[in-house]
Every structure is written in C-alpha cells, then in structure tokens.
C-alpha cells in the first residue's frame, strides 16, 4: 500500500511541550502538558470523560485554539505551518461527520480532493482499503444505509485516503463487534509496520494493550503516567491469576495469599511481587486443593489505569 513510501525521519512524530487550554476563563482542560510520540510508534493515550484527551486531539488537528504551550508534528510547528501540519495528520474522530446521503465511495474520493489528490489517483487508492476494512461491497451504497460499526469503518478509510505519516484514533472501534474489532486490529498493526505512527484513545483498555507500545495516562488535565505498557505491567506491585477448580469446595484456606471466590469452582488470587506462581501452586497443593486450569487474570493495563485515576 502507498504507506510503505513513508520516508523514516530522525524526528519525533509529535513533540507537545507545556500545552495549556484554557475555556472562557473558567475551566483549566491542559494544564501545562508536556508530551512525545516518536516516529514509528502506536502510542496510547488513555483517561477519563473530561481528563483533557479531545482537547489535545483537538489542538492537534486544529479544531481548538490552545492558550499556551507548543505543539510540532514531524518538527512542524501547527502555529507557524498549519497547513503543513495538517497533510501529516489522518484523524478518525469520535462523532459521525460525513454527508449521510453520499455514497461510501465518493466520500473518500471527495476527501482525497482536500489534499490535492487527482480523482484518478483516488481511486486507485479507494479499493485496497475499503477492501481490508470489508466495505467494497458497500462502495455504492449511501452513507446512511450503514451500520454503525460500518460507519466507523468508513471513518477510519476516510483518514487513510491521503497517506498520513500520523493518524489519530479516537475510539476507533466504538460500537464495533468483536470479531470485526480483531480484524481492524491486525490492519492498524499493519500500517504501523508499514511506517505510519498512531496515536490512540479508548475505552477499551485491553485494546490499548494489544496494540500499543507506550502509553500516556492523563488526569484532569495533567500527565500523571507516561511509559512503556509493558514496563508499567510489570512493574505493578501485585498480578491476579483466575484459579479454576477441579471440583466444589465448602472452604478454602491458602496460606499467605488473599483469594476471592467467583462462583462454586473458580477463584481469584492474588500474587504479590515478592510472591511467586511456585508459592501459589505449593499454596493450592498444602491446602488439598485440585486444580483444573490456572491463568492470569487478562488486562493488567487495566488495573494499573483504575487504580491511577482513582487515587
């Protein structure tokens, strides 16, 4: 595909330094946020309802006017060289903003326009995306005979259409079912080989730690977290791990470790760092207890992020 042109750059994609927003005076959304993607990386940035994400997604795109601070994509800065800027740029954002009564097709194409692509060169581009996304059956259908996951498809083929070397997802896979949000996860995993750097939000936090690398945690307006997913995981101070039993026990003691139980045969431990799996297991053996499986409860990112915004 056209991303596989993508030139590397000694650059950062993205370089935020003490980004400030301010609303009417009143309410502080950015309070100073400083902020780094490099080129090549699929970056998360994760928080709650109003922590400041679509702010700083806005300020990006140039949807919203910031108060202070600085902001470069690729090394241009968005103040001095906006409409550089904005080439560089694919964003899917979270809300529906295409013409409903427009083909599929001629959306795209329509798109594609805006950055000076030919028609022609459009829709050679067109049709190995809509195909991966599996909307080129749908190529002539209007807008407004789509699904809702559908539509966020065509959202994310409309962000595409002019090769962005940054593409911002902002709940990408939102309203999307299970098998098709796999299926979008492997394209996404694709095109970021392929050299194009991402940035995501979204509420499923397992998603962010299938597809990304490093992660940003933002907190009413503030980084509180920025590392590598896998450096924070494994940092974390205790695990969970799902204890399936072989049969129904009426109690249940296990000898230094806290437990919950799930239902009549399952199970929840949990592992302290100092802890081991061979202590839990000489744990489940000293007690008499038969184990059928055991397993590490699935998105520590999740945990970890739960416990950072709520303290």
Not at 50 to 57: S, Y
Request: aromatic residues 8%; positive net charge; proline residues 2%.
């Amino acid at each position: 595909m056209f991303f596989a042109n993508l030139k590397k750059m000694s650059k950062n994609a993205v370089e935020i330094k003490g980004l400030k927003k301010v609303y009417g005076n009143k309410f502080t959304a950015l309070k100073g946020v400083d902020m780094t993607i490099k080129e090549g990386d699929f970056f998360a940035l994760l928080g709650a309802n109003g922590a400041g994400k679509t702010t700083i997604i806005g300020i990006l795109t140039g949807t919203v006017l910031k108060t202070g601070g600085s902001v470069k994509v690729f090394g241009v800065d968005i103040d001095k060289d906006h409409n550089e800027a904005k080439k560089l740029i694919g964003v899917v954002p979270q809300e529906f903003n295409f013409n409903i009564f427009e083909k599929v097709q001629d959306i795209i194409i329509q798109q594609a326009g805006y950055f000076g692509i030919p028609r022609g060169e459009a829709k050679k581009r067109v049709k190995p995306i809509l195909e991966v996304l599996e909307l080129w059956d749908k190529r002539d259908t209007k807008a407004m005979e789509l699904s809702g996951g559908m539509k966020r498809r065509l959202m994310i083929a409309r962000a595409l259409i002019h090769g962005p070397k940054f593409l911002i997802l902002d709940e990408p896979t939102a309203g999307v079912d299970v098998e098709l949000r796999h299926g979008m996860w492997s394209y996404l995993k694709k095109i970021n080989k392929e050299g194009v750097t991402i940035l995501l939000t979204t509420h499923y936090i397992e998603e962010a730690e299938e597809l990304c690398r490093n992660v940003a945690i933002i907190k009413t307006g503030e980084i509180i977290k920025s590392a590598p997913i896998r450096e924070l995981t494994n940092g974390m101070e205790e695990h969970t791990y799902v204890v399936e039993l072989s049969e129904k026990y009426e109690t249940i003691t296990l000898k230094g470790f806290e437990f919950e139980r799930v239902d009549e045969t399952t199970i929840e431990v949990v592992v302290k760092k100092s802890q081991t799996i061979n202590q839990l297991i000489n744990a489940l053996d000293e007690a008499k207890i038969i184990v059928h499986e055991l397993s590490p409860k699935g998105n520590k990112l999740e945990r970890l992020f739960l416990k950072l915004v709520t303290d």
